[in-house]
């Protein structure tokens, strides 16, 4: 330890002691209810780190603070209690016994608590059919295919109610299509359960998708953290930016990050405008007091308007709108050439404006500066 | 000068003479206190093996083996159990089958926890593995001289060296069988609170329930074995049939205790090693195994059960 401190790396410690450094002064703090993904290659230290924070892995020095309480000085006792009720996991393998039936091994954290018989039970059966195994309680784990396995784990440790849940490399033993399955059912779980999750992943896709944050990992050190979206944008450094060169951005944004924040022009409630508008060559929205789109004005028409034409008649239909949560794969496919697309929020309420050269822009792997200018013309 | 046989310097021979004197007179307690039980649960077994009416235990053999192995070995043993009858050593036999269920029992009682010790903790092992090398090593016949020392001759001494030869298997499986449970059962049981007991009874013991059996099967044939051996330390059964034929140089005699014991070990090898391996789950009741036996000409399985039981 004194020699990490004293800037000792890795390489050094191991050729000096023998030790292997697995960790390095990591501090995380993870948001509860989010799934917090842990990302790195095999050994970055990513599967030591979250074995610390329910002591498979006991840390030689540091914290885990969980709701401010330090999990590394507890007994014995005391820890066994916060594995029975705080903190649960999900395994690569599944770890199923399987000389237990698939409701017995749902019901595992319940019986080692001591809970009745009846009771865990019936509590096994409600969480198997949340995940959809209902009819399958009374098999055995070598009937099921490992997608349904997998299920079992994470009924197994749902069961409990704890609300942390660490799984490390949860999915990563199975197949692709499988995999996207049991993504989607755990984003789908977690809208119910909102446990804080923290998900162990080799697959940045896998993070991508998953991850409310993202904490990268190499060589036992912390590289980059943040949100799906600010590692894409901003990886920091080379290592991180050689994962984030192949993903599939156009799924990762929505419009709402790249669009040009705008209001309308309000229409008053005699039908007129009170704006001059500028020349940009651009159309705009003219939306009514609720700031809901009643349609757009062309370039063209805007000089009308600006010569004393009542807006009214001019309005055209000829538009598109997204709302801000859509992904721009789907941006992309409601666009109509020639058309401007308004960004409108969940109330209907108009927010931005898009351009094709934008999408392509957010699309394509260069980082542009991010368009930041408030709308256009103001009111 | 260099002889071997002047090189004679150590009396070893007297040395070890006096020593065992020794224990003999002063530990005599002891080897009373060890004695008790075995022979105790050694009668007991003797006098129920020979109760049993002769139809009343091959149908009972027969249908253990059919539940712990299959119908083949189910037939085998049946046709075993009336050949040896048929041969005239059945009452031998059953002292024979005694001395091995004896020593199973006792093996199991005693080796099994020395077993689960040795695999929770490596010093213990580091202690017992050299036991076990030893005693492993040890060709059986040379048990016979210390049992004999410190017992003395007959069947329950006899049974002691059985006992002692038979256990080091099962001890090196139990063992092996719990240090071989993968690393992420244990974690998932640690991880869902599980303490020292839990682990040991949900996951290590039944997951090396296997590994354990296959010991179990080493530990038979060990005291299948040893039980002939004991035959020259005085104590009854086949092996005694065969010693009787061998000095009075009745062959036949000889041979016919030969051949019922390599009946009785095929016998138990094949029951005990069927159950060592994995099996896919399945309910067999002794009901349906009676049902299945009696109607030994049809070769499908029973319909068995499916989907969900009651618990």
């Known amino acids: ?379 | 000068m260099f002889d071997a046989e002047d090189l004679y310097i150590f009396p070893v021979d007297v040395w070890i003479q006096k020593g065992v004197e020794w224990l003999a007179l002063n530990l005599r307690p002891i080897f009373l206190a060890i004695k008790w039980p075995v022979e105790t649960l050694l009668s007991f077994n003797d006098y129920v093996l020979h109760q049993i009416p002769f139809p009343v235990f091959v149908l009972l053999i027969a249908l253990l083996a059919y539940r712990l192995a299959s119908r083949g070995i189910a037939l085998f043993s049946a046709v075993s159990l009336i050949a040896i009858a048929f041969m005239g050593v059945w009452s031998e036999a059953m002292t024979t089958l005694s001395l091995i269920t004896t020593a199973i029992l006792i093996c199991t009682i005693i080796g099994v926890p020395i077993g689960i010790l040795c695999a929770r903790s490596d010093s213990v092992w580091n202690i017992v593995r050299p036991v076990l090398d030893v005693m492993q090593t040890t060709p059986t016949f040379v048990y016979l001289v210390p049992v004999v020392m410190l017992f003395g001759v007959g069947t329950v001494p006899g049974e002691v060296a059985v006992v002692t030869a038979a256990a080091p298997p099962l001890i090196r499986f139990t063992n092996i069988g719990i240090r071989m449970v993968e690393k992420e059962m244990v974690e998932a049981g640690l991880a869902f609170g599980a303490n020292n007991r839990q682990l040991l009874w949900e996951i290590q013991l039944p997951l090396a329930i296997p590994t354990i059996l296959g010991g179990l099967n080493q530990t038979v044939l060990t005291a299948m074995v040893m039980s002939v051996v004991v035959a020259m330390i005085g104590a009854e059964g086949l092996g005694l049939v065969v010693l009787q034929g061998l000095g009075r140089l009745d062959v036949g005699r000889a041979a016919v205790g030969g051949i019922a014991i390599v009946l009785l070990a095929m016998m138990l090898d094949r029951i005990t090693q069927k159950m060592a391996q994995p099996k896919d789950v399945k309910a067999k009741s002794w009901f349906r195994s009676l049902l299945a036996l009696l109607q030994i000409g049809r070769v499908q399985q029973l319909p068995l059960p499916t989907g969900r039981r009651t618990v």
């Open chain 1, 1 to 379: 330890m004194q020699m990490l401190a004293a800037g000792s790396n890795k390489d050094d410690v191991l050729a000096k002691t023998g030790a292997v450094v697995g960790l390095n002064n990591v501090t995380l703090s993870v948001p509860a209810g989010a799934i917090y993904m842990i990302m790195g290659l095999s050994g970055s230290g990513k599967s030591t780190l979250a074995r610390c924070i329910n002591r498979l892995n006991e840390p030689s020095s540091g914290k885990i603070l969980l709701d401010g309480e330090d999990l590394v000085p507890l007994d014995e006792e005391r820890l066994r209690e916060i594995r029975r009720t705080r903190i649960s996991m999900v395994f690569q393998h599944f770890a199923l016994l399987p000389n237990k039936r698939v409701i017995e091994n749902t019901e595992f954290g319940l019986k080692l608590r001591g809970v009745p018989l009846q009771e865990r039970r019936r509590r096994a059966e409600e969480v198997l059919s949340v995940v959809g195994l209902a009819r399958w309680a009374y098999h055995f784990p070598h009937e099921l295919s490992g997608g349904m396995r997998q299920r079992v784990g994470l009924a197994r440790a749902l069961a409990t109610d704890a609300d942390v849940l660490i799984m490390d490399e949860a999915f990563s033993a199975l197949d692709p299509l499988i995999r996207t399955e049991m993504q989607d059912e755990l984003l789908r779980l977690q809208r119910t359960f909102k446990k804080t999750i923290l998900f162990i992943t080799h697959d940045f896709q896998e993070a991508l998708k998953l991850g409310t944050r993202i904490a990268i990992m190499s060589e036992g050190e912390l590289v980059r953290e943040g949100t799906p979206q600010q590692i894409v944008l901003e990886p920091g450094s080379d290592y991180v930016a050689a994962f984030t060169r192949e993903i599939d951005r156009s799924r990762l944004f929505d419009a709402r990050s790249i669009m040009t924040a705008a209001q309308g022009i309000s229409q008053t409630a005699t039908g007129s405008v009170t704006t001059k508008f500028a020349a940009t060559g651009e159309p705009v929205f003219i939306v009514d007091a609720d700031n809901r789109i009643l349609g757009a004005l062309s370039a063209t028409d805007q000089r009308r308007v600006n010569g004393g034409t009542s807006p009214g008649p001019l309005l055209s239909g000829e538009y598109v709108t997204v709302p801000a949560n859509a992904k721009l794969v789907d941006v992309a496919r409601v666009y109509r050439s020639g058309q401007p697309m308004a960004v409108i929020d969940e109330s209907g309420k108009l927010i931005g404006t898009l351009a094709a050269e934008q999408i392509l822009s957010r699309i394509a792997a260069t980082s542009h500066p991010q368009p930041s200018s408030p709308g256009d013309q103001n009111v």
